[in-house]
């Protein structure tokens, strides 16, 4: 994956009043899951932002409060591609992938962000695009090519999660089609339903009428 840069700004002041008048500014409310696990009572200091969430058998989350500008972050919300995004805060960086975006309902504009930390040692489960190649030989006999899965799940190490998912169509025939299940990526465990498909070659109005004459040729 490419890397996005991104300077965010930590947030002590919060609710929905505050949330309010940070988006009057332009600005995002953030919200950096998957932070260090500690064992409870915490000991240690937290940095600004920083706040302890519990979670079970004695032990909590450190997750981070942040904001962001609008302008800041235009070019990894609307945009297809995915990215490992380097966050600045705090005096240090860490590494963070974009679990969720929620928009206004009528406006559309950006109202929170969930971002997840990540790292070389704890797999992620992204959405990555697809990309299909090739020329299908459903394709050359008359149908049609379709893509009925956009993004596929997957499990690994950040690091190992490619841009896309390239797909290659040669050898998919006339009425058939592609599952998650018929797919192998090295280092990559495929989360989204074996049985989902990704693509198909449909029969066209063309297609079914050559068979038909061809049937009736041999009779």
Do not use: W
């Not at 996005?4 to 002590?12: H, I, K, M, Y």
């Not at 940095?47 to 235009?74: C, F, H, Q, S, W």
């Amino acid at each position: 994956m490419k890397t996005f840069q991104l300077v965010a700004e930590p947030r002590t002041d919060l609710g929905k009043k505050a949330a309010k008048a940070l988006r009057a500014e332009g600005k995002i409310p953030v919200v950096l899951n998957g932070g260090e696990i500690v064992t409870l009572p915490f000991t240690g200091t937290l940095k600004p932002g920083e706040k302890l969430v519990e979670i079970e058998d004695g032990r909590g989350v450190i997750t981070t409060d942040l904001t962001v500008t609008n302008d800041a972050v235009r070019k990894l919300i609307y945009t297809p591609d995915i990215f490992a995004i380097e966050l600045d805060f705090n005096g240090g960086k860490k590494m963070a992938v974009l679990r969720e975006v929620q928009y206004h309902p009528v406006k559309d504009n950006i109202l929170h962000m969930d971002l997840l930390e990540v790292s070389d040692k704890k797999p992620v489960v992204m959405s990555v695009p697809v990309k299909i190649e090739g020329h299908a030989e459903g394709v050359k006999a008359g149908g049609k090519l379709t893509l009925a899965m956009k993004r596929i799940k997957v499990k690994a190490i950040y690091t190992d999660i490619p841009e896309r998912l390239v797909i290659n169509v040669d050898n998919l025939g006339l009425g058939k089609t592609m599952q998650v299940g018929d797919l192998h990526f090295e280092g990559l465990e495929l989360v989204t339903p074996k049985e989902a498909v990704v693509c198909a070659v449909q029969l066209t109005r063309a297609a079914r009428g050559a068979a038909a004459a061809a049937a009736a040729a041999a009779k």
